[in-house]
């Protein structure tokens, strides 16, 4: 063959590559379009392509397959989600009434003259029912803080904020021999937050750290972070790692739900921050970032 003709040839071999891989690549881009815009939206639509490669065809439609099968799946999950949250505020609801009858009896039985055992059981009942009642309560309020949708941000100082509800836990402090070291900037801190929630997210914070403290309490404030830190010997690196889980029980002497720090969590990334929980030399720290 003449050098010009398989130069020739060559040409258009190469030209007939280049156009289908122009067509592929449009192609491609057409899926990736259509398969963003279907996930993004509640949407029937299928995935449809300009080529007539029949390997580009086959895999639209196996996508369409697969995100017909996803959407299903994303509706059972939402409709789940959405009775179990109203599952758990009934029950919670429910509690209430037998909880409050059950503390107006006691009430009534210490009012009698009772013996030395009737009494220490009866303080046995109260404090049982008091745990009872605290869960339900926070059943309640997680129920409430994960199904409210959007939260009121505006500018805010948060060094106020934390300086109030460092000084709240006070009297827990004196009660549990604690000397709180407590490092917060003197200027102001402002941050997009919502005003109600914050104060919730230290709350929970604080309690969870009085709870486990080994006898101290730190709280440091920068620019960027606040960090929270305690001795807690009888935790984990496991323990802390599930400390933001839903319904996690800690199996210590002091023994408490996972619900005031999912809370925390919660709120936290409706705020657009961070939360997270590391254990290190026998100490937990959380560290808070706020948008």
Same mark, same amino acid.
């Given at each position: 063959?003449?050098?010009?003709? #398989?130069? *020739? ?12 891989? $122009?067509?592929?690549? &449009? ?25 007539? =490669? ?5 895999? *639209? @439609? ?21 009775? #179990? ?10 509690l209430r009434t037998p909880l409050t009858a059950v503390f107006g009896y006691l009430d009534l039985l210490e009012a009698q003259d009772m013996s030395c055992d009737a009494h220490r $059981? ?19 309020r997680y129920s409430v803080f994960n199904s409210k949708e959007e939260l009121t941000l505006e500018e805010t100082d948060v060094c106020e904020i934390l300086r109030e509800s460092v ?7 004196? &009660? ?30 604080? %309690?969870?750290?009085? &709870?486990?403290? =080994?006898? =101290? ?11 929270? %830190? ?5 935790? %984990?690196?496991? =323990? ?16 408490? @739900? ?26 937990? $720290?959380?560290?808070?970032?706020? &948008?």
């Amino acid at each position: 063959m003449l050098p010009w003709v #398989l130069c *020739a040839v060559l040409f258009v071999v190469c030209v007939i590559f280049a156009i289908k891989i $122009y067509a592929m690549r &449009k192609s491609v881009n057409e899926i990736c379009g259509q398969v963003t815009k279907i996930l993004s939206n509640v949407t029937n639509m299928k995935i449809s392509v300009t080529s007539s =490669d029949k390997y580009v065809r086959r895999l *639209a @439609t196996e996508l369409s397959a697969e995100l017909d099968e996803l959407k299903k799946q994303r509706i059972k999950y939402q409709r789940g989600d959405r009775e #179990l949250k109203e599952a758990v505020t009934n029950i919670s609801h429910d509690l209430r009434t037998p909880l409050t009858a059950v503390f107006g009896y006691l009430d009534l039985l210490e009012a009698q003259d009772m013996s030395c055992d009737a009494h220490r $059981y009866t303080e046995n009942i109260r404090g049982r029912a008091e745990k009872m009642r605290e869960l339900t309560e926070e059943l309640f309020r997680y129920s409430v803080f994960n199904s409210k949708e959007e939260l009121t941000l505006e500018e805010t100082d948060v060094c106020e904020i934390l300086r109030e509800s460092v000084l709240s836990f006070y009297a827990e402090f004196e &009660k549990r021999g604690i000397t709180p070291c407590v490092k917060i900037p003197e200027h102001k801190t402002v941050r997009s937050i919502d005003k109600s929630a914050l104060p919730r997210v230290f709350e929970n914070i604080i %309690s969870n750290a009085v &709870k486990y403290s =080994d006898g =101290d309490f730190n709280v440091e404030m920068t620019d960027d972070r606040i960090v929270f %830190s305690n001795m807690a010997k009888e935790l %984990s690196s496991v =323990d802390v790692g599930r400390l933001f889980d839903r319904f996690f029980t800690l199996n210590t002497a002091r023994q408490s @739900t996972g619900l005031g720090l999912s809370i925390a969590k919660i709120l936290t990334e409706k705020m657009g921050g961070e939360i997270a929980a590391e254990y290190k030399n026998g100490s937990i $720290y959380i560290t808070l970032k706020l &948008k």
